[in-house]
């Protein structure tokens, strides 16, 4: 019973792993922590990759335990936290699709979109310089 039961819970993590990991982060800025811990996944550790490279977050390690997982270290500049808000797009039941040609700027250029393409995982930016598009997974502010 007990594998079935994480068999069950490992596939609804890797059906919605990026939305509980953007909302963990956004969740750990909101109650002003410094470290926040998600299950991991090479999706998961991608998103991540790309949030330290725009400077959303600090930084990032792998733990591996029992079970692996990826630390975050959130990023404030004095008492405001890197990220405003988060607005979700792809969900487990809708998927969102777009090519480059619909990428848009968001909140005036001062946030991203953050696509799941062929060539990885990209900001809106990167994915019209290099004119490919993807399933469009939030924007990011």
Known sequence: M????????????MENSFIDLI?????????????????????KLAIVKKLKE???????KIIEDKFKTISIDLKYDGKVPAITDVKIFSKGGKRVYVSFKEL???????GFSILSTP????????ARNQKTG??????IW
């Open 23 to 43: 909302i963990r982060i956004k969740n750990g800025y909101m109650s002003r922590k410094d470290t926040i811990i998600s299950p991991f996944s090479n999706f």
């Open 104 to 110: 848009k700027p968001v909140v005036n250029n001062f």
């Open 54 to 60: 725009l400077k959303y977050i600090k930084d990032y």
């Open 119 to 126: 060539k990885g995982i990209l900001t809106n930016k990167e």
């Open 134 to 139: 993807g399933e469009l997974l939030f924007n």
């Open 2 to 13: 007990e594998k079935l039961l994480r068999k069950l819970q490992k596939k609804l993590n």
